[in-house]
């Protein structure tokens, strides 16, 4: 990218004219030219144009493939900002803008775990197909670091665990099926109540109270409970359960509420209630055709 493109590039990341970056000191035609690398400028006009875009003038005059330190000077404070805030998507966009495909560890770090909480965020919305596509990434530009990113890997194999549980259409590109089938991680929220659930399924009963009491009262852990009846032959105290669960107002759209709905319908069935059980089954079929959905 020669200082002209640079310029131009800048200019437009800061919605800026070429009437608001020449100022009075350079004409617009002048910056035109300069921009389209018709004329190359004076030192003093290229340390003129670089204060008023706010780069060191370095930066523009630097070879290609030397510049990465001075666009990093420029972005990260604004990427810093982005994750504080716990904006995923829009620090994946000040990256993709001031870096493209270019990267070094640090870059590489802030996009997997940016693309790991956003794919984690589409998860949690129920927006699964995305979720999955967003894992992979993560998974991606973790492989161009050298610091620790284990941790991504295992949790990741959960959820793709999970979602292979709900449709085998879903899969990654970056997991072997052993790897997603035997995942054990309890590295956050999510993962901590799968392991739970696994807990419950192969009677651990140690573990799962341990789980119970740690999280009382929360959306996963109701869901065990109510489990934990239906497990015991409580039936209509579990279908009871099930139901106060689908009225509270935390409870979204997503990956909890599908299974929440199956549930009721095996509920349903040990009931010998068969009209519900349908009913059930129909809700569930057309929750899940939305969380598979593109959109």
């Not at 030219?33 to 340390?47: D, K, M, Q, V, W």
């Not at 590295?187 to 799968?194: E, K, N, P, R």
Request: charged share 25%; hydrophobic share 45%.
């Amino acid at each position: 990218m020669n200082i002209g493109e640079k310029i131009r590039q800048l200019r437009v990341s800061k919605l800026m004219t070429q009437a608001d970056l020449a100022g009075d000191q350079i004409t617009r035609n002048m910056l035109c030219s300069i921009e389209r690398g018709a004329a190359l400028p004076s030192l003093p006009t290229a340390c003129y144009l670089a204060e008023r875009l706010n780069v060191p003038v370095g930066y523009l005059l630097s070879e290609e493939g030397d510049d990465l330190a001075y666009r990093k000077m420029t972005a990260m404070p604004n990427v810093r900002r982005a994750l504080a805030a716990g904006d995923h998507a829009g620090c994946l966009a000040i990256l993709n803008a001031a870096f493209g495909s270019d990267r070094d560890d640090e870059i590489a770090l802030v996009r997997a775990e940016c693309e790991y909480y956003a794919a984690k965020e589409a998860f949690d919305n129920g927006h699964l197909r995305a979720a999955a596509a967003g894992f992979d990434r993560a998974l991606s530009a973790a492989r161009q670091t050298l610091y620790d990113t284990d941790w991504m890997r295992i949790r990741a194999a959960v959820y793709f665990r999970c979602l292979a549980e709900i449709s085998p259409t879903i899969s990654s590109d970056m997991l072997e099926e052993r790897e997603i089938a035997t995942a054990r991680s309890i590295g956050d929220d999510f993962c901590a109540y799968v392991m739970a659930r696994d807990a419950l399924y192969h009677q651990r009963e140690g573990e799962l109270d341990d789980y119970l009491t740690r999280n009382e009262g929360t959306l996963y852990a109701q869901r065990l409970s109510a489990l934990r009846l239906m497990q015991n032959g409580e039936a209509a105290a579990a279908l009871a359960a099930f139901e106060r669960l689908l009225a509270r107002e935390e409870l979204t759209i997503g990956v909890l509420m599908y299974e929440i709905f199956g549930d009721m319908e095996l509920c349903c069935r040990q009931n010998d209630d068969y009209k519900r059980a349908y009913e059930f089954a129909s809700t569930r079929l057309g929750l899940m055709e939305r969380l598979l959905s593109e959109v």
